[in-house]
């Protein structure tokens, strides 16, 4: 670990040389498979006095989809930020608001929320007006609704066909109440997150043009080439490699060129990514360090903060390291030359080679509930982006799932269920009678809580549970091939469960509709024992195959399993298998050839079963 400022000559090499490497190549179209690909140039320039920016914008948008294109949608993301938008009454009228969208103005006992977008002042919004804009270099109409901008096309995109739209734009920063915008509450001047008009995805699924009203984001693959003016004291990062450290200095390297004015221009280019994200303040450090056999990374963080704080910092560096060593072993090798940890969220947040995270927490928060979680996010969301707005429980409970592997490993816990906690989250929600399935679009959860519980923990529970299903072994080939398949590829749920089928032999798509598309829950009991016989009962509306351990009165052990007749095939094991259990049957009876002392269903406790006191009988306890 290093201070930038101590790289003199070799920094400017050493950037350089990974400004230009080259990157994983992406094959946007084959015989099988498309998608669509949009190449941005922008460039802008900020005011750090009103927070007010222009920018001029061409994509270059190659339509690889068999589709004819008459239409074509911009996210606006930054219109969010006012009174009265979607984001605004959803914030107002949701029944658990959010409190990074809302005060309570009331008391503990009896709140009252507030929203803070509906307070926020005209200097204090955020907007995206588009000024202009061209269809190879013909003038388009477009109408704006809310953070969407539908654009009518002079002429349709014929299947194959490449075109160019030329945009001139400008805009305001809000006043940070969710991810982006200015001032937030640690100090970070800029946190320019979803702040430029991105083109929406398009796929075989037709278009996807969401309104941003608080959730996730789905963005088409493609190269930046951005340039940012800004006052010369302001350190830069983000999304993308440097271009130009010679005229930047900072600390990327020695200042060689001489700018005139009161502002530089930071020019990057990041390829292959579908969003680009960056963070700006005159008080950041900028640190970093060198993975071995892997990327460079970067670390932004306030110089004004407390030397505890501080010192938060440095410890990060080379447990981040390890994650990122760790995470790629796990899942797949991290595929560019850089990666950025900067504070700048509200808490963290994913994006294109780089997390924004809160600053001031303790250190044990900011690297075990924060870093931990956003870095997981960078093979699933960032790499493997799957459609966040429907199917956010593949971003959110997977990163969960590798997250708390992670530290279960990193801090010697060596639980025999690092999912706990998702579990206990899970089975909550699962009894209380609020949970709604994980195919409902992110934003349209009833509560903040169904949804929270929804993708980050039952997600975490469907890997988890898929293990318990197909054995450990076959999860494990089944992340690492589902990884290397569908990396760059926006996958979908049936992708990934076709890839554990292949894996495992085994048929699973009663497993990813049951869990996933239902609130069918699981529950299994011990219905009665009877010397050497076991009658056990399906409660719950979802079937699963069962592991069982059974101690004889004499000591010994035997453990059983039962598959699932659905399954088409069992599960590598070395317990005694028994006849199939089918879903229709709801009992199912077997015997032993020895005396029964207790029987437990699941000693691993890796099934979701959501009443577990019925799944142990001891004859000392039940005579």
């Known amino acids: 670990m290093k201070q930038l400022n101590s790289f003199i000559g070799f920094s400017l090499l050493f950037l350089c040389f990974f400004a230009n490497a080259q990157e994983p190549k992406m094959e946007y179209k084959t015989d099988t498979y498309w998608q669509q690909q949009a190449d941005y140039t922008m460039e802008i320039d900020l005011d750090i006095t009103t927070y007010l920016f222009t920018g001029k914008q061409k994509i270059v948008y190659t339509n690889n989809s068999p589709d004819v294109l008459d239409k074509v949608f911009y996210h606006l993301y930054f219109n969010a930020f006012q009174p009265g938008s979607e984001m605004d009454v959803r914030a107002q009228t949701i029944a658990d608001p959010s409190r990074r969208l809302s005060n309570n103005i009331g008391t503990k006992t009896n709140p009252i929320y507030q929203s803070k977008i509906a307070i926020l002042k005209p200097n204090e919004i955020g907007y995206i007006n588009v000024k202009s804009l061209l269809q190879n270099g013909v003038q388009l109409s477009y109408d704006v609704e809310g953070t969407v901008l539908e654009v009518t096309l002079n002429k349709p995109i014929q299947p194959g066909e490449e075109v160019s739209?030329?945009?001139?734009?400008?805009?305001?920063?809000?006043?940070?109440?969710?991810?982006?915008?200015?001032?937030?509450?640690?100090?970070?001047?800029?946190?320019m997150s979803q702040w430029y008009p991105k083109l929406a995805?398009?796929?075989?699924?037709?278009?996807?043009?969401?309104?941003?009203?608080?959730?996730?984001?789905?963005?088409?693959?493609?190269?930046?080439?951005?340039?940012?003016?800004?006052?010369?004291?302001?350190?830069?990062?983000?999304?993308?490699?440097?271009?130009?450290?010679?005229?930047?200095?900072?600390?990327?390297?020695?200042?060689?060129?001489?700018?005139?004015?009161?502002?530089?221009?930071?020019?990057?280019?990041?390829?292959?990514?579908?969003?680009?994200?960056?963070?700006?303040?005159?008080?950041?450090?900028?640190d970093t360090l060198n993975v071995e056999n892997g990327p460079t990374l970067h670390f932004f963080y306030k110089n004004t903060m407390t030397p505890k704080q501080l010192e938060n910092w440095k410890q990060l560096q080379p447990k981040a390291s390890r994650l990122m060593t760790y995470f790629s072993d796990l899942v797949g090798q991290y595929p560019y030359k850089q990666y950025s940890i900067i504070q700048a969220g509200d808490s963290g947040m994913e994006?294109?080679?780089?997390?924004?995270?809160?600053?001031?927490?303790?250190?044990?928060?900011?690297?075990?509930?924060?870093?931990?979680?956003?870095?997981?996010?960078?093979?699933?969301?960032f790499l493997l982006a799957t459609n966040?707005?429907?199917?956010?429980?593949?971003?959110?409970?997977?990163?969960?799932?590798?997250?708390?592997?992670?530290?279960?490993?990193?801090?010697?816990?060596?639980?025999?269920?690092?999912?706990?906690?998702?579990?206990?989250?899970?089975?909550?929600?699962?009894?209380?009678?609020?949970?709604?399935?994980?195919?409902?679009?992110?934003?349209?959860?009833?509560?903040?809580?169904?949804?929270?519980?929804?993708?980050?923990?039952?997600?975490?529970?469907?890997?988890?549970?898929l293990g318990y299903i197909i054995g450990e072994e076959n999860l494990d080939k089944t992340i690492k091939t589902y990884f290397s398949e569908f990396a760059f590829k926006h996958p979908k749920p049936i992708d990934f469960i076709r890839i554990a089928e292949r894996i495992s032999g085994l048929e699973l798509d009663w497993y990813l509709i049951d869990f996933s598309q239902t609130t069918n829950t699981i529950d299994y009991a011990i219905a009665s024992v009877d010397q050497q016989k076991i009658i056990l009962k399906r409660i719950g509306l979802?079937?699963?195959?069962?592991?069982?351990k059974v101690t004889y009165k004499d000591g010994s052990s035997e453990d059983f399993y039962i598959p699932l007749r659905e399954m088409r095939g069992e599960k590598p094991t070395t317990a005694t298998q028994l006849k199939d259990w089918t879903w229709a049957i709801p009992t199912y009876t077997f015997t032993t050839q020895k005396e029964i002392q207790s029987v437990e269903i699941d000693p691993s406790t890796f099934m979701a079963d959501i009443d577990m006191e019925n799944n142990v009988y001891s004859r000392a306890t039940n005579n």
């Open 542 to 548: 979802m079937a699963m195959p069962i592991d069982l």
């Open 165 to 191: 739209f030329d945009m001139l734009f400008e805009g305001q920063v809000p006043l940070q109440t969710r991810r982006s915008g200015r001032n937030n509450k640690e100090g970070v001047a800029l946190s």
């Open 351 to 381: 994006y294109g080679m780089c997390t924004f995270i809160s600053g001031e927490a303790k250190f044990e928060r900011m690297f075990r509930s924060t870093v931990s979680h956003e870095m997981a996010h960078t093979w699933f969301q």
């Open 201 to 286: 995805e398009y796929d075989d699924e037709g278009w996807h043009a969401y309104s941003y009203i608080g959730r996730e984001f789905y963005g088409v693959w493609g190269n930046y080439d951005v340039k940012i003016t800004i006052d010369k004291d302001y350190v830069i990062g983000g999304t993308g490699y440097l271009q130009n450290p010679e005229e930047i200095g900072h600390g990327y390297a020695e200042k060689t060129v001489q700018t005139e004015g009161d502002k530089l221009t930071w020019h990057f280019k990041a390829p292959n990514v579908h969003d680009f994200a960056w963070a700006a303040d005159p008080h950041f450090n900028h």
């Open 388 to 465: 966040e707005a429907k199917h956010e429980w593949m971003d959110e409970g997977f990163a969960t799932y590798i997250e708390y592997l992670a530290m279960d490993d990193f801090y010697n816990e060596n639980k025999k269920n690092p999912w706990e906690k998702a579990y206990k989250r899970y089975k909550q929600i699962a009894t209380l009678g609020v949970e709604q399935p994980q195919s409902i679009y992110a934003d349209k959860y009833e509560l903040n809580s169904a949804y929270s519980v929804a993708s980050y923990y039952k997600g975490c529970v469907f890997l988890v549970q």
